[in-house]
């Protein structure tokens, strides 16, 4: 027997009150996610990683790529400090992140656990999963230590 | 360029009242008070219409379908195009245009008209775009235009400063404009802009577009049927359209934006013969300010990195260098959704026809006119010639 319980942020996370609408093309990187692990699309032919992850390589267009899990490292490329919510329920201050990994794609996030001040282009970020609802673990970024 | 017989021209544009809200208005309603006026500026009658880009917000008939309009024009039409960022602006006038210099159709409308919220094919003026790996870390437009702003600034210095000098100075001239919806709201200095507060760094609200509600038209024929109607013919001289992907799904990155609309640049100017220096007054996109310093390095009139300097002194005002915006922009003047993408070419329009008063740059001869930028990954633009 199963008991349905509401589910409670965790302390210290922010809210996401936009979920991702997952797809069957993209549930393998939510699921992987919820397992604490970053992983992207890296194609077959041109073995380039790419993301979004998209039917065809966004390089070379083979539909021959698979998902292979990544260090979660990277640098911040550029951002953004938004101080009105962009819907109701979000928090702000809210970093709205390009993060570029290591592997070589860039990728929308949240930089969080660093003080707005503090944020700087270029500073290396690691990967920090949040649950942001049941299910749902969203990849945001801490500096790397 | 050498005009011919079936050159593209710009003949009849009209813009309805622009707000914040129409109260009692509907979208279906403004667009058709655009329509018809755009067609009686030309001096033409509906039923001489056989080309239509035109929204159809409905109620009645399959939503967004251009086709809807054989009711009212004539019947049946030549040529039709509905895509949403198809009936307005650029990209709308390019298309009709390319369409009546081959033959498809002889007078085209190009128009759309919007009351109540945004929406069309699941795109929205902030959030709510259903865009998986964007929108649950708080991705919106503004804030997409802003990290490649914020980019530029770490690579060349831009400063707060001179993007918030283009938000007053192009504020400043809706503020002196009638038609514009910030009227006499102004004058605003570098300082109320900084002062405002903070949307998505480095934006303040001073330095976002307004969202407001209203219609606007224009009519595009041959250069041979041009000559017979009552306005100053507008030529287009050329165009241009760059694509780099689907916006607002993927992060705008500076390295590839930067420059982005360069080959619309070559191709426009190519075509029609002279080049961005030669250009008298522009109509410069202007979702946010900064989105301006970057498009005139677009078009080659200072380097990369240097546009936060060009802007400067004054170079933007009716009496500067590059009169820019002179009816307010987006900034001060409005922004519907897609409307203000044809109003970029109504104001460009009635620049080169001398009709625009206190604002009118004296003698223009040509215009350019750009739509869309950097954070949309896509840029649309044209160079129009007094006739």
Not at chain 2, 65 to 74: I, S, T
Not at chain 2, 102 to 113: F, K, Y
Not at chain 2, 176 to 185: K, L, R, S
Not at chain 2, 236 to 249: P, R, S, V
Request: aromatic share 8%; proline share 7%.
């Amino acid at each position: 027997m199963t008991t349905d319980t509401p589910f409670m942020l965790a302390p210290g996370v922010m809210p996401t009150p936009t979920l991702p609408a997952v797809t069957p093309l993209t549930r393998p990187f939510w699921d992987a996610a919820a397992q604490g692990r970053l992983m992207l699309p890296r194609c077959n032919a041109c073995h380039r990683h790419f993301f979004r992850p998209e039917v065809a390589c966004t390089y070379c267009f083979a539909t021959d790529w698979q998902w292979v899990e990544v260090s979660g490292c990277g640098c911040l490329y550029s951002y953004s400090v938004l101080h009105k919510a962009p819907a109701p329920g979000f928090q702000v201050p809210l970093v709205l992140a390009v993060v570029e990994l290591d592997e070589g794609p860039c990728m929308f996030s949240n930089v969080v656990g660093v003080e707005t001040e503090n944020i700087s282009i270029g500073m290396p970020l690691q990967v920090a999963f949040e649950q942001v609802a049941a299910g749902i673990f969203l990849p945001r970024f801490r500096a790397a230590r | 360029m050498s005009t011919h017989a079936r050159t593209a021209t710009i003949v009849g544009v009209y813009q309805t009242k622009q707000a914040r809200t129409l109260p009692g208005r509907t979208s279906q309603d403004l667009v058709i008070e655009a329509v018809k006026g755009a067609i009686a500026d030309a001096g033409l009658t509906p039923r001489d219409i056989d080309g239509a880009a035109i929204d159809w917000p409905g109620p009645g008939g399959a939503p967004r379908d251009a086709e809807n309009w054989g009711m009212y024009l004539k019947r049946p039409l030549s040529w039709v195009d509905s895509h949403h960022l198809d009936t307005a602006g650029v990209r709308g006038v390019l298309k009709a245009a390319a369409a009546v210099e081959m033959g498809l159709c002889e007078t085209a409308v190009v128009g759309s008209g919007r009351a109540g919220p945004f929406s069309t094919d699941g795109t929205s003026p902030g959030a709510n775009m259903n865009l998986e790996f964007a929108e649950p870390y708080g991705s919106f437009v503004m804030a997409q235009f802003a990290v490649v702003a914020t980019r530029h600034m770490h690579e060349f210095g831009t400063t707060p400063e001179q993007i918030a000098s283009v938000s007053a100075t192009i504020r400043n001239h809706g503020h002196v404009n009638p038609e514009a919806v910030m009227f006499g709201a102004g004058p605003y200095t570098v300082a109320d802009v900084l002062a405002s507060p903070m949307i998505a760094s480095p934006f303040h609200r001073l330095d976002c577009c307004l969202m407001n509600e209203g219609g606007c038209a224009l009519v595009i024929t041959t250069a041979e049927r041009a000559r017979d109607l009552a306005a100053h013919p507008v030529r287009l001289l050329g165009g241009g359209m760059e694509f780099f992907q689907g916006n607002y799904a993927n992060p705008p990155l500076y390295r590839d934006m930067r420059h982005l609309g360069k080959g619309a640049v070559q191709r426009a100017f190519g075509r029609a013969g002279v080049t961005p220096q030669d250009i008298d007054v522009f109509s410069i996109y202007d979702p946010v300010s900064f989105e301006v310093i970057r498009q005139f390095e677009m078009l080659g009139l200072c380097g990369e990195g240097e546009g936060g300097a060009f802007i400067e002194g004054g170079r933007l005002d009716i009496g500067g260098q590059c009169p820019t915006n002179l009816d307010g922009g987006m900034l001060g003047g409005s922004w519907t959704g897609t409307g203000q993408l044809t109003l970029k070419v109504i104001e460009a329009v009635r620049q080169l026809r001398h009709v625009n008063g206190t604002r009118q740059v004296p003698d223009a001869q040509t215009a350019l006119v750009s739509n869309a930028g950097s954070g949309a990954q896509h840029v649309e633009l044209m160079v129009l010639g007094r006739d």
